[in-house]
């Protein structure tokens, strides 16, 4: 990695982390002026739900490092096939349920996928003189193949976030204003 990237990628968490401190900061602030309400902190949930952010750091970090290799329409249909693999969490562990439309609509997902792919790996092999052992066209696959690699790495979190986040808020017994507030993170 060149060193301005990594550069910038420091200066990116630096503001991310900015950014936190700020929000924890407003939001602490209304809620002592009387306009917010929330639980306080515990440290048994805390380490209940530690799992969950981690998940979660994983899921941002996987999706940030597969758009350095991968364009953001590829990108975007490959994150639909989460989707699959959390509709099959629900049924495994929830008792959901999965229709043939519902199946018909996954095998278009995944045939979305294939053909993008496909689409992104031709074009490096026509692009660069079609060989995909030697040269240019085997370091476009090469990086081509990191970026799936890291949007599978991110649909597994980005699933099993959204299923350890199902099962973590009927544990805690949340209430309504509290599932909807951690819900619109997913």
């Known amino acids: ?15 991310q982390h900015k950014q936190s401190i700020v929000c924890v900061g407003v939001i602490q602030i209304l809620k002592v002026m ?8 515990n440290t048994d949930e805390a380490r209940k739900w530690f799992p969950i952010s981690l998940l979660l750091i994983g899921m941002i970090y ?32 929830f008792g959901g349920s999965v229709t043939s ?30 060989d995909a052992l030697t040269g240019e066209a085997a370091d476009k696959v090469a990086t081509l193949n990191s970026g799936y690699l890291w949007m599978m790495i991110n649909c597994f979190c980005a699933a099993a976030y959204v299923l350890g986040m199902r099962k973590r808020i009927k544990l805690t017994n949340f209430k309504d204003f509290d599932s909807k507030l951690a819900r619109s993170h997913t």
């Open 1 to 15: 990695m060149k060193k301005a990237d990594k550069r910038k990628m420091r200066t990116s968490g630096l503001t």
């Open 34 to 41: 009387g306009f917010a309400k929330f639980r306080d902190f």
């Open 62 to 93: 996987s999706g940030s490092k597969a758009l350095q290799y991968l364009s953001i329409p590829v990108y975007t249909i490959f994150k639909n096939m989460a989707i699959i693999l959390i509709a099959y969490g629900e049924v495994l562990w």
């Open 101 to 130: 439309m519902t199946l018909l609509s996954f095998g278009l997902m995944v045939f979305s996928s294939i053909v993008a792919a496909w689409a992104d790996i031709s074009h490096a092999l026509s692009a660069h003189s079609g």
